[in-house]
């Protein structure tokens, strides 16, 4: 059964920092893994998309990695803003017909 | 159109009400999905569509009932409700089922009394 683990559950850092956000998963075997951000109380924005082809992907200031082969994905994001406060939700497909499987999220403060 | 409209933002309900959520996108969208999210939880799938038809139902109690009008619409229609069921309810949308990216709305934050 998969699983997917987020660590650490929550991250405190000073704005400017580049900061890296984990995500792990028992079964390497996934079709593709999707960051989202979730702000308090509002739906989830989509970030990145990673087929499980592809090693990597960017999209301004965040840079998603993925490596199957040991369970694992990296969200690292450049020069934190106080905006960037918010919690970071990696959820993994395991294949075309399965459903998202959600980790437990990071949520980050990003203090001016 | 990028995206997926959720009405209403905020919603009280007593446990003998009958209320319903709607959800709305025009991306052309043909997979439709209906989450659950508790506080400091990650969402839980409930209801998948795919091309207006009802897919997965994840074992969902019989007071939430999914209906699919058309291709952009989904409604979630409610009924004696308890107070546990209270949550942020979210719909997202994908191309199609099956290895697309998700697209989420803002949710309905539903408060049962």
């Known amino acids: 059964k998969q699983e997917v683990t987020q660590i650490p559950a929550a991250l405190s850092v000073p704005e400017g920092e580049n900061l890296v956000l984990n995500c792990s998963f028992t079964?390497?075997?996934?079709?593709?893994l999707q960051w989202f951000r979730q702000d308090p109380g509002k739906g989830l924005t989509s970030l990145l998309l990673?087929?499980?082809?592809?090693r990597e992907q960017t999209s301004g200031r965040l840079n998603a990695s993925l490596d199957k082969s040991s369970g694992r994905s990296t969200l690292y994001i450049a020069a934190s803003q106080p905006g960037d406060s918010a919690t970071y939700l990696c959820?993994?497909?395991?294949?075309?017909?399965?459903?998202?499987?959600f980790g437990q999220g990071t949520e980050l403060s990003v203090k001016p | 159109d990028t995206e997926v409209t959720q009405t209403p933002k905020h919603l009280v309900m007593g446990m003998t009400n009958k209320k319903s959520l709607k959800c709305e996108q025009h991306?052309?969208?043909?997979?439709m999905y209906w989450y659950k999210q508790k506080a400091k939880k990650p969402p839980e799938l409930m209801f998948v569509?795919?091309?207006?038809?009802?897919?997965i139902n994840e074992s969902v109690p019989s007071r939430f009932s999914p209906e699919c009008p058309n291709s952009s619409l989904l409604n979630l229609h409610l009924h004696a409700l308890q107070p546990e069921d209270s949550a942020l309810y979210l719909c997202?949308?994908?191309?199609?089922?099956?290895?697309?990216?998700?697209?989420f709305g803002s949710g309905t934050r539903l408060t049962v009394v």
């Open positions: 997202a949308s994908s191309r199609a089922w099956g290895g697309y990216g998700y697209t």
């Open positions: 079964d390497s075997a996934i079709y593709n």
């Open positions: 990673i087929q499980s082809s592809q």
């Open positions: 959820a993994v497909r395991p294949n075309p017909g399965g459903k998202l499987i």
């Open positions: 991306m052309g969208h043909r997979a």
């Open positions: 569509y795919s091309y207006e038809k009802l897919s």
